[in-house]
């Protein structure tokens, strides 16, 4: 008798909401539609260096997790098992583990992985691609920074929340005649402050894919208050890029995630002389239920993952355009 093929299912990074809706879809399709058996990985790519904690998953182990957020298989973004930070003789050191978590695979009998991350764990699966490892990617973050998909799942739950924090800043906004900043995740791509400022009407909106000046801004704020409107909403992407210096020469301090706003926010204070106050969303937009767009979007995804792994069509990754799940070869999930 031929054995039950084995494959694995791995998240990597932050979490995002959907993630474990997505590892329900995964599992459960695996196990009704093709018969297959599935182990979850723990931690990220770090429970291949560690595998101890390597579970079948099973109908019972997904039931009830649809619209929990986090993951049941935890994460890391720290983890690349190419280079793995640690720490040896007090000394830091970087290693290679990648044979090691190949060996653990081969060890435990899997077939293949499914990997379910943003970019940074995506090229770890590239990497392991390369080395034979067989890969379906499935996309996930909620920055919704991978350019082969129209949007991540994590991403409409993100914005939701977002939206929702700006239209209760606008009515204190309003009522106190304030400039308020509202601080969202973002490092690399603008799409959370993009859409969340355009859904909740912000007046500014600054992304780091456009630098702004701070006379620029300063100029939109004062033009509202001739036009009568004494208030402004500002949507400030934590990668936004600063300036160097402030409209008088002074240098920008340095600053990263939650501290741009309030960096920005200084430097208007003295610019305008209004009261300026500043709301940093940080984690709140990571966690808690995903919204039905991103249930049903990653829930499809681990579906045709699945799909996928038992067509034996690897190293690709799933990826939603328009309203269809289609899937693209893993080197082409990035623009180069
Ligand atoms: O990549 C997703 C993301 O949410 C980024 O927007 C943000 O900079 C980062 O994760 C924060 O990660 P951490 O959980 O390590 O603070």
Redesign the pocket.
């Known amino acids: 008798m031929s054995k039950r093929k084995t494959f694995a299912v791995v998240n990597g ?2 979490d995002a909401p959907g993630l474990n809706a997505a590892i329900r879809g995964v599992a459960r399709s695996a196990i009704n539609a093709h018969g297959m058996r599935v182990l979850g990985i723990h931690n990220g790519f770090d429970g291949l260096i560690w595998p101890e904690g390597a579970k079948e998953l099973t109908e019972e182990s997904v039931s009830g997790i649809l619209p929990r957020g986090g993951t049941i298989l935890g994460t890391t ?1 720290r983890g690349n098992p190419f280079a793995y930070r640690t720490q040896e003789d007090g000394k830091d050191v970087v290693r290679d583990y990648s044979n090691l978590c190949l060996e653990n695979a081969r060890r435990l009998g899997i077939d293949a992985f499914v990997v379910i991350g ?1 970019d940074g764990t995506q090229h770890i699966a590239r990497d392991f691609a390369r080395k034979g490892m067989h890969i379906v990617a499935v996309p996930k ?3 919704n920074d991978l350019s082969a998909t129209d949007v991540t799942f994590g991403f409409d739950t993100a914005i939701l929340i977002a939206t929702e924090a700006i239209d209760r800043l606008h009515t204190t906004a309003e009522s106190h005649h304030r400039v308020m900043l509202i601080e969202v ?3 690399d791509a603008g799409w959370i402050a993009l859409h969340a400022g355009i859904a909740g009407g912000a007046h500014i909106i600054l992304i780091p894919e456009i630098p702004f000046s701070f006379q620029a801004v300063s100029e939109a704020i004062r033009q509202r208050e001739i036009r009568g409107c004494h208030y402004s909403l500002i949507v400030v992407a ?1 990668g936004a890029k600063l300036p160097a210096t402030d409209p008088g020469g002074k240098p920008i301090p340095p600053c990263g ?1 939650g501290t741009v706003a309030n960096t920005i926010a200084f430097t208007l204070r003295e610019m305008l002389h209004k009261e300026i106050r500043v709301t940093v969303l940080g ?1 709140v937009r ?1 966690g808690g239920s995903p919204t039905p767009f991103d249930r049903v979007t990653a829930t499809r995804r681990g579906v045709h993952a699945v799909d996928l792994v038992a067509r034996g069509e690897f190293n690709r990754m799933v990826c939603l355009r328009g309203m269809h799940i289609e899937s693209v070869p893993l080197e082409k999930a990035w623009k180069p």
Do not use: F, K, L, V
């Open positions: 990074g932050g973004n943003g973050t909620i920055d995740m973002g490092r934590e995630p984690h990571r």
